[in-house]
Nanobody, 121 residues
């Protein structure tokens, strides 16, 4: 049973910072790309940032130079450092991982339950 659990969300004033964490647990053979997505009320879920197992990163234009994604492969952890937060960053943030379990031995996408980030003006 694979679980992705996010933590670190909360309420912060504009200009502030938050650090999100995602912990992957369970029977995992290998993890490929991991990413952070967000969904604001009334909007579609969008990619915020992604990172490969080798450390290559990709960011949405709206968060470049403000957010930094990282991961610890040994601990099966992923992080999102969010600086200079804006009210438009308010959303539920989801952790995503493409991984293989011994049960299926094929790449599958898993999602966390989400963590709320609210930025007040």
């Amino acid at each position: 049973q694979v679980q992705l659990v996010e933590s670190g969300g909360g309420l912060v004033q504009a200009g502030g910072s938050l650090r999100l964490s995602c912990a992957a647990s369970g029977s995992i053979f290998s993890i490929n790309v991991m990413g952070w997505y967000r969904q604001a009320p009334g909007k579609q879920r969008e990619l915020v940032a992604s990172i490969t197992g080798g450390g290559s990163t990709n960011y949405a234009d709206s968060v470049k130079d403000r957010f930094t994604i990282s991961r610890d492969n040994a601990k099966k952890m992923m992080y999102l450092q969010m600086n200079s937060l804006k009210p438009e960053d308010t959303a539920v943030y989801y952790c995503n991982a493409r991984l293989i379990t011994p049960a299926t031995m094929k790449w599958e996408d898993y999602w966390g339950q989400g963590t709320q980030v609210t930025v007040s003006s």
